[in-house]
């Protein structure tokens, strides 16, 4: 039986409450700019005025030209100015996309009361998408404050810019320029053949995707200091897949020195990554359902629709195409698997902050294996998963005592192998290169969201301090746990150190990246989540990893 939210009026003392959190902020704002404009790769960009935001918020800017006819699946090129002034006032649509999204949303609305007060994902799509957004606290020359940059998740299959939850206009208010960014999804991003390998001058295919965020914040280094921002001191920030594409940027030769920080949000992309004979063979599998089998399969696969193209991937694809688009190793982009890159010290390492929620997996169980949710069915998936001696220690310590058990035990286990231990294992590495790392995990439950507790995302509308619009009515714990993690996520922004006054004193992940900030009721320092198991996650990973001989 899913628990219901109550519905109740918000009391007077709780708005009070609310407005007593955002006063300090409020009353250091300067007026906001009527008409906000700035010139940009020659053209003058005109803006829209925002209140928490006050040196304007400027919408659908492009960074790249369309990715359309010949363009599609090759490198984003820089986009070229075309007017002498620009709109810039309204999202441009999000990259064309599958309806995957929709089970999350549904699983969310199911255990809330029916609607979750979910905002919509996006529905304006087009291939002409490659935009971004930026929401400045001021337009002073030479003002030069840190700059966020944020990635946003969905698989690398869903998702976009324009949801209300990833508003940057609270960060903003505190001081940092934000800027948040569409890249390429799915086919369109993550889409590997032999005759685009064959094509190219790099003899590759593949991590479009990838490369649009690198073209994105090649353009944050040219402009941001035209609205405000100092690109010297930019941090890059995502959940999910965007911590994912993330991860695979410091592992990258091609993102050095674009961003000086960085916060990864439940995504670490640490165990065996596609190889470019898998990716690839994906592809063909595609092209296949299209008809392009013959010497001119590269004029059909760009003559075919982005239906005909999401329709394809679909049927390719686990999980009718909403499985993560994972990137490949391409020796370019990815010159080797991300895990090894960090083990190994070849992945560029700086301040970092990264952390999960506490049961990741109750908002992402269509996603888990078909399994009979039996203790016999539970016994057989970890044993094909570990083997028989490693089966029976995952049983010991995920623990199903009975046959109703079985899911619980399952979301423990895949929260911990998905996203705790990764996060552990990218913690311990960055910090063994003497950057200073800060974990959290973020344990709150919303009052009426027990069945989901801590869920995959649940963090995003406290640390964007837009919780009102994505979660029902808060007490005010909540409230002031989403002004508390601003603070930090800002703080980390402009010192590398999430620390400030009149916070609880966040300490560093220590040399074993075992020691957190709990992000709860109360904040309070823990250490050792899932130590035992990962502990020998670790030491199977190096055999996820393919050789780099295998993949030349």
């Known amino acids: 039986m899913s628990t219901r939210i109550r519905r109740t009026h918000v009391p007077v003392s709780l708005t009070c409450t609310l407005l007593l959190l955002r006063a300090p902020a409020l009353a250091a704002q300067p007026t906001p700019v009527a008409h906000p404009a700035v010139t940009v790769a020659g053209e ?8 928490a935001a006050p040196g304007g918020v400027f919408l659908g800017v492009p960074y790249a030209e369309p990715p359309v006819g010949d363009r599609r699946w090759t490198p984003p090129v820089p986009y070229r100015a075309r007017h002498s002034e620009r709109q810039a006032d309204r999202f441009g649509p999000a990259c064309p996309q599958g309806r995957g999204i929709d089970d999350f949303l549904k699983r969310l609305a199911d255990a809330f009361d029916g609607t979750a007060r979910l905002v919509p994902w996006p529905t304006e799509t087009s291939e002409d998408c490659l ?33 209300a939850i990833y508003d940057g206009a609270r960060l903003a208010q505190r001081g940092v320029v934000v800027v948040s960014l569409n890249y390429r999804l799915g086919v369109l991003g993550f889409f590997a053949h032999p005759a685009l ?9 593949g991590n479009y995707g990838l490369l649009d965020i690198v073209e994105a914040l090649r353009w944050v280094q040219a402009n941001v200091a035209s609205f405000g921002g100092d690109p010297g001191q930019v941090t890059v920030f995502g959940e999910s897949a965007g911590a994912m594409n993330i991860a695979h940027l410091l592992g990258s030769p091609l993102a050095r020195g674009l961003f000086q920080r960085a916060i990864l949000q439940s995504g670490a992309p640490v165990a065996k990554v596609q190889s470019r004979a898998e990716a690839e063979s994906v ?19 760009r003559s075919a629709t982005s239906d005909q193209l999401l329709a394809a991937y679909a049927k390719a694809t686990p999980a009718g195409g909403n499985a993560l688009a994972d990137a490949a190793i391409d020796h370019w982009v990815i010159p080797d698997a991300t895990g090894r890159r960090f ?16 049961d990741e997996l109750t908002s992402l169980t269509m996603l888990l294996p078909t399994f009979e949710r039996t203790r016999g069915g539970y016994r057989s998936l ?6 028989r001696v490693g089966g029976f220690v995952i049983r010991r310590q995920y623990r199903a005592p009975s046959d109703t058990a079985v899911e619980s035990a399952v979301v423990r286990l895949g929260t911990d192998v998905v996203f705790t231990c990764p996060s552990r294992f990218i913690a311990e590495r960055v910090g063994a290169a003497q950057q200073p790392v800060y974990r959290y995990l973020f344990t709150r439950v919303v009052p009426g969201g027990e069945e989901l507790r801590a869920y995959h995302s649940i963090e995003l509308g406290y640390m964007f301090g837009n919780v009102e619009p994505w979660l029902p009515p808060l007490p005010p714990t909540d409230l002031a746990l989403s002004e508390t993690m601003m603070r930090y996520w800002v703080n980390f922004a402009v010192t590398g150190n999430p620390n400030g006054a009149g916070l609880p004193e966040w300490p560093t992940a220590g040399a074993d990246g075992d020691r957190y900030l709990e992000l709860g009721d109360p904040i309070r320092v823990g250490s050792g989540r899932g ?3 990962c502990d020998l996650y670790e030491k199977a990973l190096p055999k996820q990893w393919p050789s780099a001989d295998e993949e030349r």
Do not use: C, E, Y
């Open 131 to 163: 935009t971004l957004n930026i929401w400045t606290p001021t337009l002073t020359p030479g003002a030069r404050r840190p700059v966020m940059v944020w990635i946003h998740g969905g698989s690398n299959v869903t998702g976009g810019t324009s949801q």
């Open 531 to 533: 130590k035992k198991f």
């Open 343 to 358: 083990a190994t010290g070849g992945a560029t390492t700086v301040p970092l902050l990264i952390g999960s929620t506490a």
């Open 283 to 301: 592809g063909v599998t595609i092209a296949t359902a299209l008809g392009a089998t013959d010497g001119d399969a590269l004029t059909r696969l």
């Open 382 to 387: 970890t044993d094909s998963l570990f083997g």
């Open 197 to 205: 390998t064959a094509a190219s001058p790099l003899k590759t295919s």
């Open 44 to 51: 003058r960009l005109i803006g829209r005025a925002g209140v």
